[in-house]
């Protein structure tokens, strides 16, 4: 119940394209549900975030977008770039466990030029 | 001007050596975390701290054992090392007041057991 299952494992889009990587979880506890962004050999960074009582969050050409009946949340990056090519991880936290993340498996992100 | 700042970045070492890693943020946060992440890149909580206090301590092996001397300091200690303790080694940190709790990750310490 404390996984966070994440697809696809890898992606390779067109430049320019919609990347759109999935997420399910379930674990209702879950209050906060972050991306984050991770290139080789450096650590990862978060990207964009969102709380459960919010449907859509929206930060330039990265979107989250929520659905808590369904328990699934997915990232799109519009207009992917090759600068875009990295892996990305979701992952949720509850409130009641110090802070714990935890992690989906990842995608690794290939932006054709 | 780094965030979180970890040392070393590389640590090769032979099986059955005990070794440290250390970590500090100077953020201001008050809780600390270490996180393993595997050759398939899969990241998972080790341990957390919160003002010193640890709070977390998932199912780690006892040779694995953190300490933190203050906020901004978390080192991981790791005895008699096996080749199953190869992996990238992250430290992050997030202040626990307010809504969000953002971690922010280190750079990683890679480390090779032969």
């Known amino acids: 119940q404390q996984q966070v299952k994440q697809s696809p494992q890898s992606l390779i889009v067109q430049k320019g394209g919609i990347s759109i990587i999935n997420c399910a979880y379930e674990n209702t506890a879950f209050d906060y549900f972050p991306w984050y962004q991770q290139f080789p050999g450096k650590g990862p960074a978060l990207l964009i975030a969102?709380?459960?009582?919010?449907s859509e969050k929206k930060e330039g050409r990265f979107t989250i977008s929520f659905n808590k009946s369904a328990k699934q949340f997915s990232l799109h990056i519009m207009d992917s770039q090759p600068g875009d090519s990295a892996t990305y991880f979701c992952a949720a936290r509850t409130y009641n466990q110090g802070g714990k993340l935890i992690f989906g498996q990842g995608t690794e992100l290939s932006v054709k030029p | 001007d780094t965030a979180v700042s970890q040392t070393p970045k590389y640590l090769v070492t032979q099986m059955g050596n005990d070794k440290s890693i250390k970590c500090e943020q100077n953020?201001?946060?008050?809780?600390m975390y270490w996180y393993k992440q595997d050759s398939k890149k899969f990241l998972k909580i080790m341990f957390s701290y919160n003002n010193k206090e640890l709070i977390i301590n998932e199912t780690v092996p006892n040779r694995f054992s953190p300490k933190s001397p203050d906020k901004a300091h978390l080192n991981l200690h790791i005895n008699s090392l096996e080749l199953g303790d190869s992996a990238v080694y992250f430290c992050?940190?997030?202040?626990?007041?307010?809504?969000?709790?953002?971690?922010?990750f280190g750079p990683g310490t890679r480390l090779t057991v032969t």
């Open positions: 992050a940190s997030s202040q626990t007041s307010g809504l969000l709790y953002e971690q922010y």
């Open positions: 969102i709380r459960p009582d919010v």
């Open positions: 953020l201001g946060h008050d809780t």
